[in-house]
């Protein structure tokens, strides 16, 4: 069935746009603190518990949720512009970012009662860190193909099989892993996986290291044998996840993070061009620019319709497709204008050529991460009723 597809205009309210002037001010105040470097390249200082931590004090860890589960009960929109505050000024948010975008609104949303009141309040206080078990060595970005295991004994199940690709699963608490509980119906290839909450430091689980062609550990193989998971830790209907599992991406396709992870390169190309830059030059970052706004305007809809209880999964999807195209591509643009771009350092600020160091080693998995654009145009096309 085809889909009304739309991005409709989406005003920021004035609440909104006060919190963004509170966080600019305190993120001002931490990189003047030499909290963190903007645009530095380090991946492993981006994992900050401690910076964590203070975001929750600040309550802007679980800003949409329920108060009764610790959360703050304020709006998508407000949630938008503090994760686009972040991401603009390169804070390092990724111990809770996982768990912030989109493990912590599943579990709200299908986990039981006793998981809600024991792991929100601990997300929202920056205190508990969450990976998805989503690839698998031989069925890549199928999700359907998932041949990891979960067999029923007492009290819960056993994982046996393999996550692949998992970021950051080296240092959290939790995954939620999508495994196959039954087989596929003949009619339906979505049948048969289930949702679980899986603690990492469960006996049986093995975490492998994949180190990218950067030198940096992001990466992790899972492995499982045995694993127990509590019949407590099952999220939602078993064999019935992947209405839930698509849900979760629709959180994760549409935000900032999906067109604002290379911006650093953008501002970076702005500055070696000066005040007066040539006409070839303002014109490719005057063509750059026009992209982002037009980026904004669309990620900034998606926000609202998320606001209205919407799932808009194919306006998430090409926001995906197209944002992470353009800051995929961004990194080398910047480099076209100025390759030998060199300037003065200013305090709690990086040279041009560390900052295009890190923006283009980064680049190449941003087309990847949260579905390859060959599923995402699927997912789009089947949207608008051409598949």
């Not at 195209?325 to 480099?335: G, V």
């Not at 300037?343 to 991460?369: C, F, G, W």
Request: glycine fraction near 10%.
């Amino acid at each position: 069935m085809s889909h009304t597809f739309r991005f409709d205009p989406m005003q920021f309210p004035p609440e909104a746009e006060a919190l963004r002037q509170e966080i600019r001010s305190f993120l001002r105040a931490e990189i003047d603190a030499g909290t963190f470097t903007p645009g530095s390249g380090d991946m492993d200082s981006n994992f900050n518990p401690e910076f964590s931590r203070k975001i929750g004090a600040k309550g802007w860890i679980g800003l949409t949720w329920p108060k009764e589960y610790g959360g703050h009960g304020r709006s998508q929109i407000e949630r938008y512009v503090l994760t686009e505050e972040f991401l603009a000024h390169g804070a390092p948010v990724r111990a809770h970012w996982v768990a912030d975008r989109q493990s912590g609104p599943v579990l709200l949303k299908f986990g039981a009662e006793s998981v809600k009141r024991k792991l929100i309040p601990e997300i929202v206080r920056g205190e508990t860190y969450f990976c998805i078990g989503l690839s698998e060595p031989n069925s890549g970005s199928d999700l359907f193909a998932a041949s990891t295991r979960a067999k029923k004994v007492d009290g819960g199940y056993k994982v046996t099989g393999t996550k692949i690709w998992t970021s950051n699963a080296h240092r959290t608490q939790y995954m939620i892993g999508l495994i196959r509980t039954s087989q596929p119906t003949e009619d339906n290839r979505r049948h048969g996986l289930t949702q679980f909450l899986i603690k990492m430091d469960t006996p049986g689980i093995t975490v492998r290291p994949i180190i990218n062609l950067a030198g940096h550990h992001d990466f992790n193989e899972v492995h499982f044998d045995d694993a127990f998971v509590p019949d407590e830790h099952v999220i939602g209907r078993p064999d019935e996840a992947w209405k839930q599992a698509t849900d979760e991406l629709a959180y994760e396709r549409s935000g900032p993070d999906r067109w604002l992870e290379t911006i650093f390169a953008l501002n970076a190309g702005i500055r070696v061009s000066g005040p007066n830059p040539d006409d070839r030059t303002a014109e490719t970052i005057g063509r750059d620019v026009a992209h982002l706004m037009t980026l904004r305007r669309m990620s900034a809809s998606v926000a609202g319709m998320l606001q209205a209880g919407e799932t808009p999964m194919t306006e998430a999807a090409v926001v995906k497709d197209l944002g992470t195209n353009w800051e995929q591509a961004l990194p080398n643009r910047m480099r076209l204008i100025a390759p030998d771009g060199v300037r003065a350092p200013s305090p709690n600020d990086t040279a041009y050529e560390e900052v295009m160091r890190y923006a283009t080693h980064i680049a190449p998995k941003l087309t990847i991460q949260g579905g390859t654009r060959e599923v995402l145009r699927g997912i789009i096309a089947r949207g608008l009723g051409l598949r």
